[in-house]
């Protein structure tokens, strides 16, 4: 029985050629949409690879190869590494030999070949492809941060990253919107804004993306500028004995203080104690401001004019006339308002939140 066993088993093992197989891979192998076994690596890990041999000769031994467009070479024959920082070699059965790359670079993209020599110059073999990528970085040093920028004057936006592949670039507009280029995307590391505008104020998201992932850097811009300064009517009618409200908007950088508004009436400075002045601060660098005549008088009819000032000079300023009406005119809530009448409490809490509803549409 066991001689028959010999006879038929042997010449069988003798004959039959050594099968050679990578059956596992971490990270898994994928096959690509061209066909290949690929092992797609983030950089500094280590990537192992399984090699199974069947049939194998007791001689012969299983060797690792490298192959690059570059340079190839072999690795390993059996446990034995020829380059025991890069690679290793154990085996975790008797028929089993699993090559360990160690803190993958790109000089780990290759072909990896485990093979068996089978003849002359032939060999049964099995290959995975390894591709190491990295994870996008946007690099601080070249990549600007926040930034304020005097009004006319050029600049520019920048950022750049590592990555492997490289990453694409782009800049957006945080909000959405255009950018100075025309488009809502621009795709290069420098973004040429042109000569600076108040226009130019706001956040700006700088993607890097590659296969393997993104990074997203947001800069700032503000723009140093002489306000601008909008009147919400330009006419406004009251009779004689009511109360009328004049009402004015400023955008500019630094933000004009309550101090560098002024309402005027005939190039004189507006005073005394039938008008009230009201300032509030509202977002992207506005400010709202509020003249209130309590009892309007003939007197008090003709045009005003409102103007903002800060450290880059003066607004022009923006005129509204006060007409003569022969009716009261409700004002913005529908109410008429007599001078001598006194508000009620709620009247005030509507007229509140209708500024702070304003002061937010702005
Ligand atoms: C590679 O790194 C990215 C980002 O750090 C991560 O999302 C991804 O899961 C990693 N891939 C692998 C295969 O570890
Ligand atoms: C961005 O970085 C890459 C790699 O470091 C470099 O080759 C390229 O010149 C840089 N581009 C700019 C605009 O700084």
Redesign the pocket.
């Known amino acids: 029985m066991k001689l028959l066993l010999l006879f038929v088993v042997l010449p069988v093992a003798l004959c039959v050629d050594p099968e050679v197989l990578i059956q596992d891979t971490r ?1 898994p192998t994928k096959r690509t949409p061209g066909g290949v076994n690929q092992i797609v ?2 950089k500094s ?1 280590d990537a192992y690879l399984t090699c199974v041999v069947h049939n194998k000769d007791a001689d012969t031994k299983v060797e690792w190869r490298y192959w690059s467009p570059k340079f190839s070479f072999t690795i390993s024959t059996g446990q034995d590494s020829k380059d025991p920082f890069h690679y290793q070699v154990d085996q975790p059965s008797a028929i089993s030999w699993r090559l360990k790359i160690q803190n993958v670079e790109v000089w780990a993209n290759a072909r990896y070949f485990c093979q068996v020599l089978i003849g002359d110059k032939k060999y049964a073999k099995d290959e995975r492809t390894l591709r190491v990528v990295d ?1 996008p970085k946007i690099l601080d040093l070249l990549t600007d941060s926040d930034m304020t920028i005097e009004e006319g004057t050029l600049f520019s936006l920048r950022c750049n990253a590592t990555g492997e592949p490289f990453p694409k670039v782009k800049w957006e507009r945080l909000a959405g919107g255009l950018l100075p280029s025309g488009g809502a995307e621009h795709a290069d590391f420098t973004m040429n804004m042109g000569v600076a505008t108040p226009s130019h104020r706001g956040a700006y998201k700088c993607t890097a993306e590659n296969e ?2 993104k990074d997203t850097r947001i800069v700032a811009v503000r723009i140093v500028f002489k306000p601008r300064v909008e009147q919400r009517h330009r006419v406004v009618s009251q009779a004689v004995g009511y109360r009328t409200d004049l009402e004015c908007t400023a955008a500019g950088y630094p933000i004009p203080e309550e101090s560098q508004f002024i309402w005027t009436k005939l190039g004189k400075p507006v005073t005394g104690g039938n008008y009230k002045v009201i300032y509030i601060q509202g977002a992207s660098d506005r400010v709202f401001t509020k003249l209130t005549i309590y009892n309007v008088q003939l007197s008090d009819y003709g045009l005003y004019s409102c103007m903002a000032s800060n450290i880059k000079g003066d607004s022009t300023p923006a005129q509204i006339e006060l007409k003569q009406s022969n009716s009261p005119t409700p004002d913005s809530t529908g109410q008429i308002r007599s001078g001598a009448g006194v508000l009620s409490v709620s009247l005030t809490t509507i007229f509140t939140l209708l500024l702070v509803c304003l002061l937010q549409r702005m």
């Open positions: 990270p690596i983030n890990e994870p393997a992932g």
